[in-house]
């Protein structure tokens, strides 16, 4: 079929709008503050053999995961079996899932009775059970520790819900309004996208409309293997740290990874990073690709399409037993340190070979906290806040303060939707003074930010990173600062985290958190003295 260039561009945009609108449905239906304000959730579409079609503009975690997790649907229920009106969920990591918080909905897209497409969507949910409150427990030694573990499973059956699985994910979480709340915002947003799928095929014809879905990825294909032509071939190595995994506080955790770049092929080979991990940061082969993925977009061209053609010459080696391959039952929650880690790892491998499109290191954390108990009228809360720190310099600026970088992409949570939603008092948020790496460019600052419990008590479950492996600088420029978090208990007394822990809090509790600066770039004596000047006059810097 001969397809009008023209018809095919504006096919794309469209494509991309759909995604767009499921994303804000799935954001503004939700109940939870970890999602409607720190934007935690994907909208995704995907053709009938399951390649991603059109992403929105959302987790990259997320995005790649719903890949594994859309062919473990297809295994479980044959697509010749599904109806129009049905709808699948999971979150089973060694199925294709990423950790239990993170359910997948999928809902097939029916055309004068043809599939031909998928409309999907992930959530973090506030709570699966587990440990601890927000199911993200740092001390977690399996993943039966983790919280409620759902397989492949039919929640609607032709537009019907699903009841007795809806009582089995109420009885096993700790706030089940909010997380069906969310749960069915995933659903309306899965409907918008299949509805606009079906008007796209109603305008363009059935067939014309598989046959723009076909060519948009083999065009994102043939643009990112010319952008990898461009690239020097080779092999390029890097390796990087965790601060630890959670239960071995004192022992650092590898992530070491040779990339190949060659005609037609991006290969990564993670050989050299450290085995399964007793504690919660192994990262399942779902989990892994996430942030291969993030990479490989990262040094090609902003300008394709995001679709499943971009990734069809990705290759993988992954020991088995290693935490980017763990074995059932290893735990499993605390994966988005590794696949951080992860892109940083394989972006820094790459430096060597583009040192002018890889700027120093990032934070290269997203402090996970988790706070949950009961408020004093005796209602149940969990609220979960993600905080990031400062990007790296590059060659031609500064880097950003307090932004998310690689392979998330969430928002930090707002002081008034946190003191709405929990006992909590929200005391400071500010720029960490000094955090950012010295160079030429300046490393993006981290974040200071101070909460006071008000009830009687709760549990906090505290992940964090670059404790005590600061980001790097390049070309010269100074790493930036690391990251620091002290408990203030109510008579003074403080207690230092290292990187991660679970607790509890009592009334008065306060917990204090900086997180760590990007690398600078160039040598820090170039950097022009007036820009040192209103660096001090903004507070970024001291005098």
């Given at each position: 079929m001969s397809l009008d260039p023209i018809t095919l561009e504006v096919s794309r945009h469209k494509l991309d709008g759909i995604a767009d609108e499921m994303q804000q449905t799935l954001l503004r239906a939700s109940f939870s503050p970890i999602v409607k304000e720190g934007l935690d959730a994907s909208a995704a579409l995907f053709t009938a053999e399951g390649e991603t079609l059109a992403q929105a503009c959302a987790i990259p975690i997320h995005l790649a995961t719903l890949v594994p997790v859309l062919q473990a649907m297809k295994r479980y229920f044959p697509p010749e079996k599904m109806r129009d009106g049905d709808a699948y969920l999971m979150n089973e990591p060694y199925l294709g899932g990423t950790h239990l918080p993170d359910i997948a909905l999928v809902m097939p897209v029916f055309h004068h009775g043809r599939l031909i497409a998928y409309s999907a969507a992930m959530t973090h949910h506030q709570d699966m059970g587990g440990l601890s409150p927000g199911s993200v427990p740092t001390n977690a030694t399996e993943i039966f520790q983790e919280g409620?573990?759902?397989?492949?499973?039919?929640?609607?059956?032709?537009?019907?819900?699903?009841?007795?699985?809806?009582?089995?994910?109420?009885?096993?979480?700790?706030?089940?309004?909010?997380?069906?709340g969310d749960l069915r915002a995933q659903l309306?947003?899965?409907?918008?996208?299949?509805?606009?799928?079906?008007?796209?095929?109603?305008?363009?014809?059935?067939?014309?409309?598989?046959?723009?879905?076909?060519?948009?990825?083999?065009?994102?294909?043939?643009?990112?293997?010319?952008?990898?032509?461009?690239?020097?071939?080779?092999?390029?190595?890097?390796?990087?740290?965790?601060?630890?995994?959670?239960?071995?506080?004192?022992?650092?955790?590898?992530?070491?990874?040779?990339?190949?770049?060659?005609?037609?092929?991006?290969?990564?080979?993670?050989?050299?990073?450290?085995?399964?991990?007793?504690?919660?940061?192994?990262?399942?082969?779902?989990?892994?690709?996430?942030?291969?993925?993030?990479?490989?977009?990262?040094?090609?061209?902003?300008?394709?399409?995001?679709?499943?053609?971009?990734?069809?010459?990705?290759?993988?080696?992954?020991?088995?037993?290693?935490?980017?391959?763990?074995?059932?039952?290893?735990?499993?929650?605390?994966?988005?340190?590794?696949?951080?880690?992860?892109?940083?790892?394989?972006?820094?491998?790459?430096r060597a070979a583009i040192p002018d499109r890889v700027p120093a290191d990032p934070a290269g954390e997203l402090l996970a906290l988790a706070f949950g108990g009961m408020d004093d009228a005796g209602r149940p809360y969990v609220t979960g806040e993600l905080v990031t720190g400062g990007s790296g310099a590059s060659m031609l600026l500064d880097g950003v303060d307090v932004i998310e970088t690689d392979a998330t992409n969430c928002m930090n949570l707002p002081a008034e939707a946190m003191e709405m939603e929990t006992p909590f008092r929200v005391h400071r948020v500010a720029l960490r003074e000094g955090s950012g790496g010295a160079g030429l460019h300046r490393g993006g600052l981290g974040l200071v930010k101070e909460y006071e419990l008000l009830a009687a008590e709760c549990v906090l479950t505290h992940r964090g990173e670059r404790h005590y492996f600061a980001p790097q600088g390049t070309?010269?420029?100074?790493?930036?600062?690391?990251?620091?978090?002290?408990?203030?208990?109510?008579?003074?007394?403080?207690?230092?985290?290292?990187?991660?822990?679970?607790?509890?809090?009592?009334?008065?509790?306060?917990?204090?958190?900086?997180?760590?600066?990007?690398?600078?770039?160039?040598?820090?004596?170039?950097?022009?003295?007036?820009?040192?000047?209103?660096?001090?006059?903004?507070?970024?810097?001291?005098?």
């Open positions: 409620l573990r759902l397989p492949p499973l039919k929640y609607l059956d032709a537009g019907v819900e699903n009841e007795t699985l809806v009582a089995i994910l109420r009885q096993n979480v700790r706030i089940p309004d909010t997380v069906m309306s947003c899965c409907l918008v996208g299949a509805r606009r799928v079906r008007e796209v095929a109603d305008g363009l014809g059935q067939n014309q409309a598989l046959a723009i879905f076909d060519e948009l990825l083999q065009r994102s294909e043939r643009q990112t293997l010319a952008a990898l032509d461009d690239l020097p071939a080779g092999t390029y190595r890097h390796a990087d740290h965790l601060d630890n995994d959670g239960i071995d506080l004192e022992t650092p955790v590898r992530i070491e990874v040779a990339v190949t770049v060659a005609p037609g092929r991006f290969h990564c080979d993670f050989t050299g990073s450290s085995p399964q991990t007793r504690g919660p940061f192994n990262a399942v082969r779902s989990s892994v690709l996430a942030g291969v993925y993030f990479a490989l977009r990262a040094i090609t061209d902003p300008g394709i399409m995001n679709n499943g053609g971009c990734y069809r010459m990705v290759t993988l080696e992954l020991p088995e037993g290693s935490i980017v391959n763990p074995r059932a039952p290893g735990p499993v929650n605390a994966r988005t340190a590794t696949i951080k880690r992860i892109a940083g790892t394989i972006l820094g491998a790459l070309a010269g420029g100074a790493p930036g600062a690391m990251a620091e978090s002290v408990l203030i208990r109510a008579d003074g007394t403080r207690e230092s985290i290292p990187s991660k822990r679970v607790t509890r809090m009592n009334r008065g509790d306060r917990i204090l958190i900086g997180t760590a600066g990007g690398g600078g770039w160039g040598p820090p004596a170039s950097r022009d003295a007036t820009r040192v000047a209103e660096d001090i006059a903004d507070g970024k810097v001291s005098a």
